[in-house]
């Protein structure tokens, strides 16, 4: 190895020497401790020349032993010498390294520290290119020559080179791990699948790998998918995001004019009452003004009257007395009453009354108002990643209250348990008429509307019942296609009898099948459009599961199917309370 870096070296050399018309050493510029080409040229007394910071280093480790000598010709020094930097050899060097360095790629593919090195190289290891399964070294490209030119050795199997290829040899036997021990699940060579592995499942190590990188392959697409469908949910996210945030501007616009418009309302009917009490003032006390000035001029005439009595009164003369008297003694009407002056002093004391009444009023209906539009604005809800409930437990925690609307009851349904529970009855119940009371069909519709997430139970009793939802707007007399629940597209509904059960909407009939149980849960997920029916006992059993969407809020509801005068009793149906 030593005498191929000598050559290069020489033919560089000469090179560079020729195209200069120098003639200089061939290790002239070559540092003999590192065998590169010099770095920061330094000459020593001896006339030899070294990077600076390898003759340093070489002089620091000889400082223990109190000797500095020359590593190529040994002359030793007694003190350590000054070091003269080469002027003329950095020149040199860098030329060297543009022009002829190029021409010799060889001497870049030494190994450095992070590269696996050649296992036949002596002296300065080149960088290896393969590695040899059955010679177990690897090989420089100098010395994979005869692999490729050696008829045996063409056999070889040839891989890249990686410091981590030592694991594949068996430490016991130096062998390769060719055989995969399924037993184990390890790495094994032939030697040990006769020895400690006998009787073990063992396959070919490649022949594993390719079931295992199946399995990869299957792994990957199932990522791959996951990743596609999260980036769809990530999607769906923003775009939810974009909505709620285009949502909630609107209502806060729409809100803000709305109230504004309230605000401008109420100023306006504030201005109509001080108007009103303006003028209404300005009126009574033009009145009052009047009647004062009329009492002031009667005041006037009978104090001018009582001084002419006056002074009749003092008149002595008889004849004069007499003339005058008739004229004096007769007194006018007064113009006024006397109930004035017994009159209540109240004049616009009712009008703030009244405005202290309507403000009483207001603050009810806003505070009763505003705990519904509270309401309203928590019920807002994200759909996307929320977690599907699947144990009665889960389904519980969106339990709803389900109470019955005497309102909407056919007259033959007795309401009982806080209207809970509805009864057909042969007896028609005394309800007073109600638009909202279904004429024609045996049903009654609940007093809560259903939005969000929401879960409901009905116990049920007799020859058959349906649970049902509807719109609120569906009709409540004319033919069963107007009003029945199932029968029209405003509502869904579970037949449920003794042996079976049916699903009913827009007048189309769906078998359904399921264990028969008297207990029917309901499950609402009002903005993702599912509606599910389940079976509850001692597990749940999903019946029937509709997916659509809904564009009203919806109401529990049920009916019952025999006619009253053909009833025996017994049909109930009671919506639980948990």
Same mark, same amino acid.
């Given at each position: 190895?030593?005498?191929?870096?000598?050559?290069?070296?020489?033919?560089?050399?000469?090179?560079?020497?020729?195209?200069?018309?120098?003639?200089?050493?061939?290790?002239?510029?070559?540092?003999?401790?590192?065998?590169?080409?010099?770095?920061?040229?330094?000459?020593?007394?001896?006339?030899?020349?070294?990077?600076?910071?390898?003759?340093?280093?070489?002089?620091?480790?000889?400082?223990?032993?109190?000797?500095?000598?020359?590593?190529?010709?040994?002359?030793?020094?007694?003190?350590?010498?000054?070091?003269?930097?080469?002027?003329?050899?950095?020149?040199?060097?860098?030329?060297?390294?543009?022009?002829?360095?190029?021409?010799?790629?060889?001497?870049?593919?030494?190994?450095?520290?992070?590269?696996?090195?050649?296992?036949?190289?002596?002296?300065?290891?080149?960088?290896?290119?393969?590695?040899?399964?059955?010679?177990?070294?690897?090989?420089?490209?100098?010395?994979?020559?005869?692999?490729?030119?050696?008829?045996?050795?063409?056999?070889?199997?040839?891989?890249?080179?990686?410091?981590?290829?030592?694991?594949?040899?068996?430490?016991?036997?130096?062998?390769?791990?060719?055989?995969?021990?399924?037993?184990?699940?390890?790495?094994?060579?032939?030697?040990?699948?006769?020895?400690?592995?006998?009787?073990?499942?063992?396959?070919?190590?490649?022949?594993?790998?390719?079931?295992? #990188?199946? *399995?990869?392959? !299957? @792994? %990957?697409?199932?990522?791959? &998918?996951?990743?596609?469908? =999260? /980036?769809?949910?990530?999607?769906?996210?923003?775009?939810?995001?974009?909505?709620?945030?285009?949502?909630?501007?609107?209502?806060?616009?729409?809100?803000?004019?709305?109230?504004?418009?309230?605000?401008?309302?109420?100023?306006?009917?504030?201005?109509?009452?001080?108007?009103?009490?303006?003028? #209404?003032? *300005?009126?009574? !006390? @033009? %009145?009052?003004?009047?009647? &004062?000035?009329?009492?002031? =001029? /009667?005041?006037?005439?009978?104090?001018?009257?009582?001084?002419?009595?006056?002074?009749?009164?003092?008149?002595?003369?008889?004849?004069?007395?007499?003339?005058?008297?008739?004229?004096?003694?007769?007194?006018?009407?007064?113009?006024?009453?006397?109930?004035?002056?017994?009159?209540?002093?109240?004049?616009? *004391?009712?009008?703030?009354?009244?405005?202290?009444?309507?403000?009483?009023?207001?603050?009810?209906?806003?505070?009763?108002?505003?705990?519904?539009?509270?309401?309203?604005?928590?019920?807002?809800?994200?759909?996307?990643?929320?977690?599907?409930?699947?144990?009665?437990?889960?389904?519980?925690?969106?339990?709803?209250?389900?109470?019955?609307?005497?309102?909407?009851?056919?007259?033959?349904?007795?309401?009982?348990?806080?209207?809970?529970?509805?009864?057909?009855?042969?007896?028609?119940?005394?309800?007073?008429?109600?638009?909202?009371?279904?004429?024609?069909?045996?049903?009654?519709?609940?007093?809560?509307?259903?939005?969000?997430?929401?879960?409901?139970?009905?116990?049920?009793?007799?020859?058959?019942?349906?649970?049902?939802?509807?719109?609120?707007?569906?009709?409540?007399?004319?033919?069963?296609?107007?009003?029945?629940?199932?029968?029209?597209?405003?509502?869904?509904?579970?037949?449920?009898?003794?042996?079976?059960?049916?699903?009913?909407?827009?007048?189309?009939?769906?078998?359904?099948?399921?264990?028969?149980?008297?207990?029917?849960?309901?499950?609402?997920?009002?903005?993702?459009?599912?509606?599910?029916?389940?079976?509850?006992?001692?597990?749940?059993?999903?019946?029937?599961?509709?997916?659509?969407?809904?564009?009203?809020?919806?109401?529990?509801?049920?009916?019952?199917?025999?006619?009253?005068?053909?009833?025996?009793?017994?049909?109930?149906?009671?919506?639980?309370?948990?």
């Amino acid at each position: 190895m030593f005498e191929e870096v000598k050559l290069t070296r020489s033919l560089l050399l000469r090179a560079k020497m020729a195209q200069r018309g120098l003639h200089l050493d061939r290790n002239n510029l070559f540092c003999s401790i590192c065998l590169d080409l010099l770095k920061d040229p330094v000459t020593i007394p001896c006339g030899h020349s070294y990077c600076m910071n390898c003759i340093k280093e070489h002089w620091d480790g000889e400082d223990q032993r109190r000797i500095q000598s020359c590593p190529q010709c040994r002359k030793t020094f007694r003190q350590r010498p000054a070091l003269l930097k080469n002027i003329m050899l950095p020149e040199l060097v860098e030329d060297l390294k543009k022009t002829v360095l190029q021409a010799a790629p060889t001497y870049h593919c030494y190994a450095k520290p992070k590269d696996v090195a050649c296992d036949v190289c002596t002296g300065r290891k080149r960088k290896a290119v393969k590695f040899c399964l059955i010679c177990l070294a690897s090989y420089c490209d100098s010395h994979l020559q005869t692999h490729y030119s050696a008829p045996p050795l063409k056999k070889h199997k040839l891989v890249n080179p990686s410091k981590d290829l030592q694991e594949n040899i068996c430490s016991r036997h130096d062998e390769v791990m060719k055989i995969f021990c399924r037993t184990d699940q390890q790495c094994i060579c032939y030697l040990c699948s006769m020895d400690e592995h006998k009787g073990h499942e063992t396959v070919p190590a490649a022949a594993e790998k390719t079931e295992k #990188q199946k *399995e990869l392959q !299957v @792994s %990957r697409q199932q990522i791959q &998918q996951r990743i596609q469908d =999260q /980036e769809k949910d990530l999607k769906l996210l923003q775009q939810e995001v974009e909505a709620i945030n285009v949502s909630a501007d609107r209502a806060v616009k729409d809100s803000e004019k709305i109230f504004t418009e309230m605000i401008r309302l109420i100023q306006k009917r504030r201005s109509d009452v001080k108007q009103q009490i303006r003028s #209404q003032q *300005e009126t009574e !006390v @033009s %009145r009052v003004k009047d009647l &004062q000035e009329k009492l002031e =001029q /009667e005041i006037t005439e009978l104090k001018r009257k009582d001084a002419e009595m006056k002074q009749l009164s003092k008149t002595e003369d008889h004849n004069q007395f007499f003339h005058n008297y008739p004229s004096l003694s007769a007194l006018s009407e007064s113009t006024h009453s006397s109930s004035i002056n017994i009159r209540p002093l109240r004049y616009f *004391e009712d009008v703030t009354a009244a405005v202290s009444e309507l403000r009483d009023k207001l603050q009810d209906i806003l505070r009763d108002t505003w705990t519904n539009i509270s309401l309203t604005i928590t019920e807002v809800d994200v759909l996307l990643l929320r977690p599907k409930p699947k144990t009665r437990a889960d389904f519980l925690k969106y339990f709803q209250h389900i109470t019955l609307d005497p309102h909407t009851a056919y007259k033959h349904l007795f309401l009982s348990e806080e209207n809970r529970r509805a009864a057909l009855m042969k007896q028609q119940q005394s309800y007073p008429d109600h638009p909202e009371r279904f004429i024609d069909s045996k049903q009654v519709l609940s007093r809560e509307s259903l939005t969000g997430r929401c879960y409901w139970e009905v116990e049920w009793k007799g020859g058959g019942v349906k649970v049902a939802v509807s719109y609120h707007n569906i009709s409540r007399a004319g033919n069963s296609h107007k009003c029945a629940f199932g029968f029209n597209d405003k509502s869904w509904a579970l037949h449920c009898d003794s042996n079976s059960y049916t699903f009913y909407h827009n007048n189309i009939k769906t078998p359904v099948s399921g264990p028969v149980s008297s207990r029917i849960g309901v499950y609402l997920d009002h903005r993702a459009g599912i509606l599910s029916f389940y079976s509850v006992s001692e597990t749940m059993t999903l019946l029937h599961r509709v997916q659509t969407t809904f564009t009203q809020p919806l109401h529990a509801g049920i009916q019952f199917f025999y006619y009253y005068f053909y009833y025996s009793g017994g049909d109930t149906a009671e919506f639980i309370k948990l």
